[in-house]
Every structure is written in C-alpha cells, then in structure tokens.
C-alpha cells in the first residue's frame, strides 16, 4: 500500500505540469464588419498639360527687323504689336501703287472723252463704226486697268500692314527667335520662326487610357450608370505633384478617334480653367476620371497587409481564428480604402491589432466588435 500511495503522487504532480502548458492565451483585436456606402468612383491617369491654342509667329513679308515690341515671356493680348519690319520699301510700294491707280484714272477719263467726241461723227458717217467700237473697246481697258491697280495699291497697303507682326492670340509669348537687324524671309514656305505663343486660360490636360477601361465606359455610359454627352461632359479633377488634394476641377472635351497601333491606348483630353497661370504647359500631374456609381465596401487602409502576391485583409472567422482574405483594391475614398472584391458584407475584418507580430493567419484571437468611421473628409467625394 504505501508503494501505490507513492506512484499515485507521481503520477499526479506528473500530470500538473502538462495541464499547465496549454496553448498561449488569446490576443485581443478589435474587428468591424466593412463600411457599405454608394459611392461615387474615379480613375487615375497620368499625364500632362498642353496649351489650348499654340502658334508659331512667322513673318507675311519679307524684311529687316527694325524694333521688337514686347518682353520675352510676358502675357500678350491679341493685337499687340510684336515687331516691325523696316517699313521702307512698303511705303514706297504704295506710293507707286497709288501712282498707278492715278494713272490708270487718268486713262479712263481720255477714253471716256475720245469715245464721246467720236458719237457724232458715226452717226454723221464721218467715222467709221469699226473706229468707234475700237475707241469703246480701250475705255474698257482703261477701266479695266484702274480695277487692276486698285487691286496693287491693296496688295502693297496689305503687305505695309503686315510689316508690323501682331499677335494673333492671347497668351504667354516664347523669347525672341530673330533679333532687330536681321533679314527675315516671310510668305507660305520657310518663312522665319519669330517667336511662339501659347493661351494659358483655359489649358488643356492630356492622358492615355487602356482599352479595357475604355470598354468599361462604354459599358458604363449604355447602361445609364454613367452619362458622357456633349450635353453633360464627364467631370474630371486633377492635382499637380505637390498637392495632396483633388482641388482642380474640369470637364473632359475630347476622345480620339482610334487606338494607337503601337501602345494599345487611346488618348483622353480636358479641360480645366487655369485663371492664375498655374498649369503650364508640358507640367505633368495626375488627373481623376469619374467611373461611375458603385455599392462599395470600406476599411481603413491601415488592416490592409502584403504578401508576395496580393494585398489581404485579416479576418475573423466564427472560431475566433484569423483568416488571411484576398481583396482588390480601390481608390481612397473620404479617408478609407475602397475593396472592389474579396469581402462579404458580415465578414468581421480586423481593424486594431494588425501589426501585432502574433496576429498572422491561423492564430487565435479574441475579438472586441468595433466600428468603421470615416476620417475628416478629403477633397474627392
């Protein structure tokens, strides 16, 4: 007896220890089923600005620059006298022109005169009718001639106008190309590069769009989800690479008319009012495309995780256990992150104690129901 006594004590300080090296205890986490909101959706392209209007200043006439009118890379208006060819020679061109209008006049009125005194003597029968149809005859080319100097005299009074180069637009003006005392060569070919101008208000933003996006729109605009007419442009927003905000609002106003062959993509314009000159030209920045209207669900971007693969949220199944979820990522949208797909609408998503090491798949939790709140509101809703 006092030999079983002594085995029924080890055994039992045997079987203590193993009672007290169960499993660690359960880490708290805080899980909330997703955010279900309608939201409105937006696609982000790159891209970069362009002028609205762009114009080359080439010279009509031929000449010797005399004067340059304005200050390289100020704003001109339309109108503006931008340089003057040495006007010499087109001054003395109008002279001769009107010189020959006087003359031609002068023609006109002798035949008038010659044609008049020669009446009488044909019906007298002292002259010839052959002779007065050929008086006749040189009045009208007298009068022909006056119509064709009066034609020159336009031609040269034009081309003693366009000695003084004008803007044609409003914008912002390149610097100067040709300096005062150079020969520039003017009319329809090889005529001389003078400047550049470019329109700033409003200004242009161009991207590239995937085909698959492209056919996404279509879609979208067919089944009334999204409406894209002329009547009522799509609207875009943009921000330049030092805002954190959508704070740029325009309206697109132009979509090419075929793929580019080469990268697959077709190219999208907008438009945006540019009041204070601060999108230039050739400025790249990142433009918001509205997509349409969309049941969505939202997390916060902090319980989304990486893997080598995808991006994945912790969830909690119905034995308190953490399951590794798959999702496709969307925009942020006021602060949270938008899942496109992946979640269910009582999926219990962990949204405090991610980055706890020992939070990882298949570790046991104990989870604390909590909420989903938007942050502040963001400029892009």
């Keep these: 007896m006092p030999c079983l006594a002594l085995i029924t004590a080890v055994l039992a300080g045997a079987v203590a220890p193993v009672k007290a090296q169960e499993g660690p205890p359960a880490f708290p986490v805080t899980v909330a ?70 003359r031609a006049h002068a023609q006109v009125e002798f035949a008038k005169a010659d044609l008049q005194r020669a009446a009488p003597l044909v019906e007298s029968k002292a002259l010839s009718e052959q002779v007065y149809e050929q008086r006749k005859s040189s009045l009208g080319v007298a009068e022909a001639q006056v119509m064709s100097a009066a034609a020159q005299l336009k031609s040269a009074e034009l081309n003693l106008e366009w000695a003084e180069v004008r803007a044609p637009i409003s914008g912002r003006i390149s610097d100067k190309k040709i300096d005062v005392g150079n020969l520039v060569i003017g009319g329809q070919v090889n005529a001389t590069l003078m400047a550049t101008i470019v329109s700033t208000d409003p200004i242009h933003f161009v991207f590239d769009t995937s085909e698959a996006d492209y056919l996404r729109y279509q879609r979208l605009n067919q089944s009334g989800k999204r409406d894209s007419s002329p009547n009522s442009p799509t609207p875009v927003r943009l921000k330049l690479a030092d805002e954190k905000d959508w704070s740029h609002q325009g309206t697109m106003d ?63 199944n119905a034995d308190d256990v953490v399951v590794a979820t798959p999702v496709e990522l969307g925009p942020i949208y006021e602060g949270l992150r938008v899942i496109k797909s992946g979640l269910k609408a009582d999926d219990r998503v962990v949204i405090e104690g991610v980055a706890n090491p020992a939070i990882r798949p298949g570790s046991k939790v104990a989870p604390t129901l909590g909420a989903i709140k938007p942050p502040e509101k963001t400029a892009q809703k």
């Design 33 to 102: 089923p997703p955010l279900s909101e309608h939201i409105k959706t937006w696609d982000e392209y790159p891209g970069r600005f362009e002028a609205f209007q762009r114009v080359e200043l080439r010279p009509r006439v031929s000449g010797y620059v005399d004067q340059v009118n304005f200050k390289e890379g100020s704003d001109v208006k339309f109108g503006d006298l931008l340089f003057t060819l040495d006007k010499r020679p087109f001054e003395i061109a109008v002279e001769a022109a009107k010189a020959e209008v006087a």
């Design 254 to 316: 132009f979509i090419d008319n075929a793929f580019n062959e080469h990268s697959g993509t077709l190219r999208g314009r907008a438009i945006f009012p540019n009041k204070n000159g601060l999108m230039t030209p050739g400025v790249f920045a990142r433009l918001a495309l509205y997509a349409g209207d969309i049941d969505a669900f939202l997390i916060p971007d902090d319980a989304i995780v990486s893997d080598q693969a995808h991006k994945i949220v912790y969830t909690v």
